[in-house]
């Protein structure tokens, strides 16, 4: 079974860049022709779709952060990332790394989550 | 974009009763050439990720208990929980993916005990 972990600082400075990476066990990154995701939670809040990456490089991001983010992927490591720049307390959520399923196009494996702070 | 709300923001069910939970998009999410319908419900206990319950409005994943159905079309989806279990206290999103790449959830239901 696919296991999807984040990891990464859990509190940022205002105006910095926020940086997460998402190691993926049981399954490679390159096969099965899934998908790789974030996702985002404000605190008490709803969920957010940030953007994916499929492990050719090729990515898809949420119009509303696309000037904003950068994801990754490195296959070698097994391993996706997020870069999110000039962050404000409003990027503050538990940021969720998830495996899009071809055909279905459903979020199916996450991982637990890291929550972010914003802060000075 | 397309635009998800769900009604009613919570609900309290006794055990073993029914739970209602509905979920309405800004547009339809009905793709005419497959005649599916692109939207999915999640389940989220406390302090855990989301899980995939439900795809194409009505087909359980894998593993889910049969007490969880989805119905509707277009529109105007519900899910259904035939008789309420203590293990199903959560929060119950809708999400569709007719507009990928821009994947949108519902605000989500918070299922309680009454």
């Known amino acids: 079974q696919v296991q999807l972990q984040e990891s990464g600082p859990g509190l940022v400075k205002p105006s910095q860049t926020l940086s997460l990476t998402c190691t993926v066990s049981?399954?490679?990154?390159?096969?099965?022709?899934?998908?790789w995701s974030w996702i985002r939670q404000h605190p008490g809040k709803g969920l957010e779709w940030i953007g994916y990456?499929?492990?050719?490089?090729?990515?898809y991001y949420n119009p509303s952060l696309k000037s904003r983010v950068t994801i990754s992927v490195d296959t070698s490591k097994n391993q996706f990332s997020l870069k999110l720049s000039s962050v404000t307390a409003a990027d503050t959520a538990v940021y969720y790394c998830?495996?899009?399923?071809?055909?279905?196009?459903?979020?199916?494996?996450w991982g637990q989550g890291t929550l972010v702070t914003v802060s000075s | 974009d397309i635009v998800m709300t769900q009604s009613p923001d919570s609900l309290a069910v006794s055990l073993g009763e029914r739970a209602t939970i509905n979920c309405k998009s800004s547009?339809?999410?009905?793709?005419?050439?497959?005649?599916?319908?692109?939207l999915a419900w999640y389940q989220q206990k406390p302090g855990q990720p989301p899980k995939l319950l439900i795809y194409?409005?009505?087909t359980r994943e894998s593993g889910v208990p049969d007490r969880f159905s989805g119905s509707g079309s277009g529109t105007d989806f519900t899910l259904t929980i035939s008789s309420l279990q203590a293990e199903d206290v959560a929060v119950y999103y809708c999400?569709?993916?007719?507009?990928?790449?821009?994947?949108?959830f519902g605000p989500g239901t918070k299922v309680d005990i009454k």
């Open positions: 998830a495996s899009l399923r071809p055909g279905t196009v459903t979020f199916d494996y």
């Open positions: 049981g399954g490679s990154i390159s096969s099965g022709g899934y998908y």
């Open positions: 990456i499929y492990y050719s490089g090729s990515t």
């Open positions: 547009q339809s999410v009905l793709y005419s050439s497959n005649n599916k319908n692109y």
């Open positions: 194409w409005a009505s």
């Open positions: 999400q569709q993916y007719y507009s990928t790449p821009g994947f949108t």
